[in-house]
């Protein structure tokens, strides 16, 4: 039988060293880095023990009422697996995880698997298990946009291709910096303009896991004159992924193709050894409107679909 037991602070240490030693965890389920908003989250994970007391795999989870979410305040977050989890030993997990939720009074979850490009090795066990074992749909469905870092990419288009030489012309030049607070006004001001919303982490909650996670949080920026006129927040993870956690651009930038000229030096210098760069989704409203503009753009780059997908099932 396998033991089921609710996280508590005092299992950080034993929970991050099992993360980092995992076939499919990443920084964003370190507690370091999860519980930077602890305060927004009813906070329910999981960790499952075997009946000899190892742990064989974490469910990073909050609770609202009688739902439970895996995870609410993180892009993906489902079973967090050994390199020894086998697809009978998911199917086990997910038979007790139901029994154990049931008695905690949950009769609904909702469930967001890792990406695939974040594994270390194979690890869709949880797939499976989920929908022989607990009857689990495809609730919410969104696309990222993914450039494999090899032979095989796409060309870019001819339109990012003048944004370069555009760029290049115009003098922009582009740099890693720790100038957050710079990239931060213009990022501010671009999804007011445009969206009316503000940056899902503020200033003072990028610093924070910025110097939490130096080796995984990097900012990268295009200026002219000394003034920043784009940039993005790359979370680079397990040496595979790329990923950009912040794209923007001022009304100058977009101008003189300062994100292009940006993207080259990634894509083309700072990151061509890591497998994948992923551009993150261009869906809205759960998947169900596409940002045309936005995906185009990513295209544009060699980037190709990926889902980010949330199963859902009852107890």
């Given at each position: 039988m396998l033991e089921i037991r609710q996280y508590h602070s005092d299992n950080e240490a034993q929970w991050n060293t099992f993360v980092a030693q995992s076939k499919n965890g990443t920084f964003?389920?370190?507690?370091?880095?999860?519980?930077?908003?602890?305060?927004?989250?009813?906070?329910?994970?999981?960790?499952?023990?075997?009946?000899?007391?190892?742990?064989?795999a974490l469910l990073p989870a909050h609770r609202e009422g009688n739902k439970l979410f895996s995870?609410?305040?993180?892009?993906?977050?489902?079973l967090v697996m050994g390199n020894d989890m086998t697809a009978q030993k998911a199917k086990q997990?997910?038979?007790?995880?139901?029994?154990?939720?049931?008695?905690?009074?949950?009769?609904?979850?909702?469930?967001?698997?890792?990406?695939?490009?974040?594994?270390?090795?194979?690890?869709?066990?949880d797939l499976y298990a989920i929908v022989q074992c607990c009857h689990a749909s495809?609730?919410?469905?969104?696309?990222?946009?993914?450039?494999?870092?090899?032979?095989?990419?796409?060309?870019?288009?001819?339109?990012?291709?003048r944004g370069v030489k555009k760029a290049e012309k115009q003098g922009v030049l582009v740099s890693e910096s720790d100038d957050y607070e710079g990239f931060w006004s213009v990022l501010s001001d671009n999804l007011m303009q445009r969206h009316g919303v503000q940056p899902v982490h503020s200033l003072e909650e990028i610093r924070l896991l910025a110097s939490r996670f130096?080796?995984?949080?990097?900012?990268?920026?295009?200026?002219?004159?000394?003034?920043?006129?784009?940039?993005?927040?790359i979370y680079e993870t397990l040496g595979r992924v790329a990923h950009a956690q912040y794209i923007s651009a001022s009304p100058r930038g977009k101008q003189v193709g300062a994100l292009d000229m940006l993207f080259h030096y990634l894509l083309t210098e700072r990151y061509v050894h890591t497998q994948y760069f992923d551009f993150g989704i261009?869906?809205?409203?759960?998947?169900?409107?596409?940002?045309?503009?936005?995906?185009?753009?990513?295209?544009g780059f060699g980037a190709r679909g990926v889902c980010y997908d949330t199963y859902e099932w009852t107890l």
């Open positions: 964003l389920i370190d507690r370091r880095y999860m519980d930077y908003h602890a305060h927004r989250f009813a906070d329910f994970s999981l960790m499952i023990y075997s009946e000899k007391g190892s742990l064989q995870h609410g305040g993180l892009t993906y977050g489902g997990v997910f038979e007790s995880l139901n029994v154990f939720l049931k008695e905690q009074g949950i009769s609904n979850v909702r469930y967001k698997p890792t990406p695939h490009i974040y594994h270390r090795c194979a690890a869709e066990e495809l609730l919410f469905r969104e696309i990222s946009s993914v450039v494999m870092m090899d032979e095989t990419a796409p060309r870019w288009s001819q339109l990012r291709t130096p080796r995984h949080i990097r900012l990268f920026v295009a200026t002219m004159e000394g003034e920043i006129v784009a940039g993005t927040v261009s869906t809205e409203q759960h998947g169900e409107w596409l940002n045309e503009n936005l995906i185009h753009q990513k295209e």
